[in-house]
């Protein structure tokens, strides 16, 4: 049944036909449409793509700079960094921690000022288990390195 709805949806239609349609159904067609010409053209698109990268290197990788230096390239480098390191959480976790690390002012630990520019014993860290590799906390880079935080919470 639902393949008949599709393929109505996605068939030939006169105008006529498409304006007795209710709005929800013109919007499905549209969309329906839409998925089908995607799958159609995505060689060709795929082609395009790999084509212009391959022509503009350098145009494309001053626009991933410029990206990696915004919020959101920022959020995505960081996570990236975290998965990278051995983080399993999922992605509603992951933009907890990172709203987390973004926000806390102090080590979880040792109460140090937490830092965010440039590598120093201050700056701030996401400390995981390496063993489970869940989040434990927010912490300075000297407590996450030494482990000294456990002198204060094992």
Known sequence: MAELYEEWLVSKMTRAE?????????KERKRLQQ???????????????????EENKEKEKERYRQYKQ????????????????GLEETKEE??????????QELCYSCDVKLTRDGI??????????????????????ECNTSDSWMKYFC
């Open 18 to 26: 498409f304006n007795d349609l209710s709005d929800v159904d013109k």
């Open 35 to 53: 998925i089908k010409y995607n799958e159609e053209h995505r060689e060709e698109r795929n082609e395009y793509n790999r084509q212009y990268r």
């Open 70 to 85: 915004t919020p959101a390239g920022k959020k995505v480098n960081t996570i990236s960094k975290w998965k990278t390191r």
């Open 94 to 103: 992951l933009d907890i921690i990172y709203e987390l690390y973004l926000t």
């Open 120 to 141: 120093c014993s201050t700056q701030a860290c996401m400390d995981h288990d390496h063993n489970t590799n869940r989040f434990r906390q927010i912490c300075c880079r």
